[in-house]
């Protein structure tokens, strides 16, 4: 099996080089693409994923556990009282709470307003004090799945050849 590896970024030069092996996994960092590149594969249409990190003087809950919206309206998948599941997590002693949004392509970020009010009806809570530590955002983290999507993407390209991935059925 011959196996093609590449090396750099988005920005740098890509490096590839041929080797032989009996079995190979594809593994990239950060960008489906380069798998599709490296296999001659076509991509795979990806959303995005943003998480909202805030503090609190207190827990809205103390379940521990990641809290789906349910019937409230905005931009949120799921929240969660990180701090109560990891007690070391906290900042300063305060509450640490997480909340997440999928982004379709060209989506815009969800204004924290929004964000801030969905979490205050799912908790049950003032947000307003709450202090934003950081929002992360994730532009390819997922791949789309639209309703009534079938597909068969197997890991096994056959000839000791596999691609691993949220995008792969099996």
């Known amino acids: 099996l011959a196996v093609r590896t590449a090396t750099g970024s988005a920005t740098s030069a890509v490096m590839i080089t041929e080797t ?29 994923e943003a998480t909202w990190w805030f503090a609190a003087e207190s827990a ?30 906290a900042p300063d002693g305060r509450a640490l709470i997480q909340a997440t949004a999928l982004l379709p ?10 964000v801030r009010r969905q979490l205050g009806t799912i908790w049950s809570a003032d947000t307003a004090a709450w202090d934003l530590l950081t929002v992360h955002e994730v532009r390819r983290a997922l791949p789309e799945q639209p309703p009534g999507l079938v597909t068969d993407r197997p890991a096994a390209l056959g000839d000791g050849l596999y691609v691993c991935g949220d995008h792969r059925t099996n």
């Open 20 to 48: 032989t092996a009996v079995a190979a996994v594809t593994s990239t960092t950060r960008a489906l693409p380069a798998a599709a590149r490296l296999l001659d594969l076509p991509d795979t249409p990806m959303k995005g």
């Open 60 to 89: 809205p809950s103390e379940l521990g556990c990641l809290v789906l919206p349910g019937e409230s309206a905005g931009p949120l998948i799921d929240t969660a009282v990180v701090s109560n599941a990891a007690p070391s997590y």
């Open 105 to 114: 392509r060209g989506a815009e970020l969800p204004a924290e307003a929004d």
